[in-house]
């Protein structure tokens, strides 16, 4: 009677602890954020459906009790709260409550996620690679042959490294052409573009932007920070024409290239004006790198708010700590707020300035998210500047902005609206 007495005991205290769940805060109290996104991923990995409270301590998780993600956050220096089932209820009552804004959305499905970016770039060379890196999200790294073999078919999400798509090697010519950098790599992109039957390698860009334009209209989930986002545009656009200099693909610039531009083929923006001078560092006026008059100091932009029940995309995407994001540059900076179409949703901008810094839109089956900067805990990234230590930088909010996206392909489909 002992040993079924015990037997029975034993049985409702493992019931009890596997009945209880792991809520990871995410908002001050968290102690790393960055690494929070993993935890969550390797549960939806080990096949858990867990829940992402939207407006909910700055967009909290609540993940099944699992003594190994206990350990994991333990590990990973993330804090967590083990709650019981009445606590998950009254949480789960108090967010469904209508005049609150906030809302429980499920993640079913760990993302397969590519990162397209040369093979010969290090992680911190760029700012996703390297959140994915430090919050130990696994990743693929595909580059043009990939895309074009017809490998984004095995992907729920693709991030686009800060790639120059209008085929002028990220107009790097007055600085560095000399170098055996620039050198190498106009080389390899040029032995891709013979690979596949093209003379320039700005026909071979265009081809790779037809294919993800192609990616996310079939459902894919593109997200794409600093010169990938301008220039992606910009090459849908320009399709058709060229609008590179001689010493890019070995002939003149079409003197029609501008008129002959397609504003309605291009995700984000319209009516923008084309810099061809080859040794000017700029692809177009959608960038106001150089024209803004935003010092350091007071560089910052403020995220929207937006309904967790009526609009849980841009809710999923803007979810933080903080609303007030501190700004950072890139090649491409910030964006022409009246260069941008009238049905793409703006989630952050410095209104004063007249820039959008994060920017949300529909295609086809599929969605796009452009973010504007390089590194945001490296205010203004040079070649050959030293990596950003993640660690220093545990609770950055202009990274969350980066593993929100991450995420967001891991929600029930049948929840997407906008």
């Known amino acids: 009677m002992m040993k079924v007495w015990i037997l029975f005991c034993f049985c409702l205290w493992t019931g009890g602890v596997y009945a209880n769940h792991i809520l990871v805060p995410m908002d001050e109290t968290q102690t790393n954020h960055l690494k929070a996104y993993?935890?969550?991923?390797?549960?939806?990995?080990?096949?858990?459906?867990?829940?992402?409270?939207?407006?909910?301590?700055?967009?909290?998780?609540?993940?099944?009790?699992?003594?190994?993600?206990?350990?994991?956050?333990?590990?990973?220096?993330?804090?967590?709260?083990?709650?019981?089932?009445?606590?998950?209820?009254?949480?789960?009552?108090?967010?469904?409550?209508?005049?609150?804004?906030?809302?429980?959305?499920?993640?079913?499905?760990?993302?397969?996620?590519?990162?397209y970016s040369p093979k010969e770039k290090k992680p911190w060379d760029d700012a996703v690679t390297l959140a994915l890196t430090y919050a130990e999200i696994p990743y693929d790294v595909v580059y043009d042959s990939e895309i074009l073999d017809g490998g984004l078919k095995d992907y729920d999400w693709l991030h686009l490294h800060h790639e120059d798509f209008t085929g002028q090697m990220g107009k790097f010519y007055r600085n560095y052409r000399h170098m055996d950098w620039y050198k190498a790599e106009e080389a390899a992109n040029l032995q891709t573009a013979n690979r596949f039957g093209y003379t320039k390698i700005s026909e071979l860009k265009k081809a790779v932007v037809r294919t993800i334009r192609d990616y996310v209209?079939?459902?894919?989930?593109?997200?794409?920070?600093?010169?990938?986002?301008?220039?992606?545009?910009?090459?849908?656009?320009?399709?058709?024409?060229?609008?590179?200099?001689?010493?890019?693909?070995?002939?003149?610039?079409?003197?029609?290239?501008?008129?002959?531009?397609?504003?309605?083929?291009?995700?984000?923006?319209?009516?923008?004006?084309?810099?061809?001078?080859?040794?000017?560092?700029?692809?177009?006026?959608?960038?106001?790198?150089?024209?803004?008059?935003?010092?350091?100091?007071?560089?910052?932009?403020?995220?929207?708010?937006?309904?967790?029940?009526?609009?849980?995309?841009?809710?999923?995407?803007?979810?933080?700590?903080?609303?007030?994001?501190?700004?950072?540059?890139?090649?491409?900076?910030?964006?022409?707020?009246?260069?941008?179409?009238?049905?793409?949703?703006?989630?952050?901008?410095?209104?004063?300035?007249?820039?959008?810094?994060?920017?949300?839109?529909e295609f086809g089956k599929g969605t796009w998210t452009f973010y504007g900067g390089h590194d945001p805990e490296d205010y203004q990234h040079f070649v050959g500047d030293p990596i950003t230590e993640l660690d220093l930088h545990k609770q950055s909010a202009g990274y969350r902005l980066i593993l929100n996206n991450v995420l967001f392909p891991a929600a029930k489909k049948k929840q997407h609206k906008t």
């Not at 089932?85 to 009552?93: D, E, F, V």
């Open 217 to 361: 209209d079939h459902g894919g989930f593109m997200f794409a920070m600093c010169s990938a986002t301008d220039t992606y545009d910009i090459a849908l656009a320009a399709m058709e024409v060229d609008i590179c200099d001689v010493m890019f693909d070995g002939d003149p610039v079409d003197p029609d290239a501008q008129e002959k531009l397609d504003y309605s083929r291009t995700f984000a923006f319209k009516d923008f004006k084309l810099e061809l001078n080859p040794n000017v560092y700029e692809y177009s006026d959608i960038d106001v790198t150089e024209s803004r008059q935003v010092n350091e100091r007071d560089d910052y932009f403020l995220l929207f708010e937006f309904s967790a029940k009526w609009d849980p995309v841009p809710t999923m995407l803007c979810q933080n700590h903080e609303n007030m994001i501190k700004g950072f540059m890139g090649q491409t900076t910030a964006y022409n707020r009246k260069l941008i179409k009238s049905d793409v949703l703006v989630m952050g901008e410095n209104k004063a300035a007249g820039e959008a810094r994060y920017i949300h839109g």
């Open 38 to 115: 993993g935890v969550a991923y390797h549960a939806l990995k080990k096949g858990y459906e867990i829940q992402w409270l939207l407006n909910y301590r700055g967009g909290s998780f609540v993940l099944p009790f699992d003594g190994e993600g206990r350990t994991e956050c333990l590990l990973k220096g993330v804090s967590f709260e083990v709650i019981p089932p009445s606590r998950l209820t009254a949480i789960l009552n108090e967010i469904a409550v209508p005049e609150v804004n906030a809302d429980a959305m499920k993640l079913e499905k760990a993302p397969k996620i590519a990162v």
